[in-house]
Every structure is written in structure tokens, then in C-alpha cells.
């Protein structure tokens, strides 16, 4: 049974209930020194399962270390405790979000031993990305006027909460002019990534997308994808995207844990009309791979029961 709408461990041990007390005067809260991650959990013939958790265990660990945050747990201890909360929830379908982040008590910036490291792991309901409706999404994007922060300031790879205010003027600025999601390029002005979702596109039958060297993290779903694309023979190409080859591209789509795989439907002016084929071929099975319907290329289920 859910026992409320988000269930909560926190440190070690589950809360009754999704309120937990802070410090006022907690680092994280201040300076966005927190590390997090997004998950998914799925219904699946077997039961419900996590969508590739130790990928996403290992990049939490990753950014933790960037920021000196010492965890007490380690991944297999951290895997262990997402199982045991998603199951604790009683829920089939839910969103994951672990974070690991400085406490109280200093305003100083830097956290030294001051702070304690804490960890905190949410689940949450998820009924798609947008609730209510059982169509597949269709975005319609614009090119940002903000630059993706270089690396050389913040490490794109590194899921850090301080990182997103980027991607929340961004997307707030997309939003204001009427667009679902907004494209971000880097200083070189080359296409970024969306504020939430890795980008591909389809050019001449050839899937391509960009690296780490374009300022992006570095997406399981994006892994994901150019896995099942090259087990299904389909040229993958891995270096920079310019605006002029989004512009000329067959297809685009976003990728990301929440948005799964969604077809660029309009980039700013330009019609892309609907969703392509190559990008309704790998929606569709990846779509299937995390609903356990198709078999997946490795191990990247991990039952919860
Ligand atoms: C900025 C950014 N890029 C890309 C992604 C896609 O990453 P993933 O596929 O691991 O969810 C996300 C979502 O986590 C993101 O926040």
C-alpha cells in the first residue's frame, strides 16, 4: 500500500511521512551543493523494476566525489536502499530521486567538516510526462538564448542541484514563449542539450548525437538508445551538432529518464512534421525495453520484488 505521495528515506531510515526536518541554515540549500539523480520505475511482466540503477547509482557516487561529499553508503548499499524504498511505496510505476547533499550548520562556502553529508531517497508517483494523457508527447523546441554552462565552470556530467539554474531560466524562458522545451548551445555555439533531455538527430538514415566535449551530461537514456541502435545495425555517429545540422536534419528527438525518447516536432519557426520513422522505431523500443516486453541488450532491469 502507499503509505503517502512521495515515501522518504532519509539517512537510513524510511520517515512515516514525506515531511523531514533541515537545518535553516542546510549548505545545499544555499549553494545548490547537492547531487541527484532521476529513476525510473517500471511495471513489468515480473513486477515492478528500476530502469538501469546501477548506471545511475555510479554517476551519483561520480558527482559526489567532484563535490568532496563523503557517502556512508556504498553502491551496492545505495542500490539496496532504492529497492527497499520503491518497495516500501507499494507503487508499480514511480520516478526515483536520490540526492545526496551538505547539511548545516555554516554559511561559509566551504562545507568542511561543518556539514554532514546527507542522503535522501524519494519515490514519487509518475503517470508520464504529461499526467492524464496516454499519447505519446511531441515536443516543440526553441533554441535558447542562454549559453549551456562550459564545463570549465561546472562539469556537465556531474547531475549537481546547483548546476540546474541554468536549465530553469532556460526552460522558464522557452515556456514564456509558448515552446515545450528549450535547446541550449555551448560557448562555441554548438547544440548543448535540452534542459532536462539529451539531443539526437537523424540525417541521411544516420542517428547522431553528441559527446561529453559538448558540454552535455552524459544521459543513460542517450547510452540507452545508441546501444539499441547499434544492435539493430543503425549507423550511429558520435561528434558536435551545429545549429546548421539541426536545421537540416531529418529527424530530432530528446532523451532523458522522464521524457524517454520524444520526437522535435518544431525547432523555433521550423515544421519537422510528425515523428519520424527512425525515431518511432527507437520510442518504440525502448519503450518496450523498460516495460520488460522486449528483452533488453544487458542487464538493465533490476526487479523490485
Ligand atoms: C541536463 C540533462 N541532460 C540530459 C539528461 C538525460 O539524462 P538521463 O538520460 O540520464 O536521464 C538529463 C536528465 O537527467 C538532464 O538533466
Known sequence: MTRT????WLDGTLLDDDRMQLHALTHALHYGSSVFEGIRVYPTPRGPAVFRLREHVDRLIAGAATYGM?????ADALIEAIVATVRSSGR????????????????RLNPGRECPV??????????GLIPGSTEAPRFRATLSPFMKTPSRALPSTVKAGGHYTNSIRALAEAQARGFDETILRNERGEIAEGSGENVFIVQGGELITNDVDADILLGITRASVLAIAREAGITTRIRPITTADLAGSDEAFFTGTAAEVVPIVQIDEREMGDEGPLT??????????VRGSRPAPGPWLTQVS
Do not use: S
Open 5 to 8: 505521495a512521495t515515501t522518504v
Open 70 to 74: 563523503e557517502l556512508a553508503w556504498d
Open 92 to 107: 508499480e510505476a514511480a520516478y526515483v530521486r536520490p540526492l545526496a547533499f551538505f547539511g548545516g550548520e555554516t554559511v
Open 280 to 289: 518511432r522505431r527507437l520510442r518504440t523500443t525502448y519503450t518496450e525495453i
Open 118 to 127: 546527507h542522503v535522501m531517497i524519494a519515490v514519487l508517483p509518475f503517470e
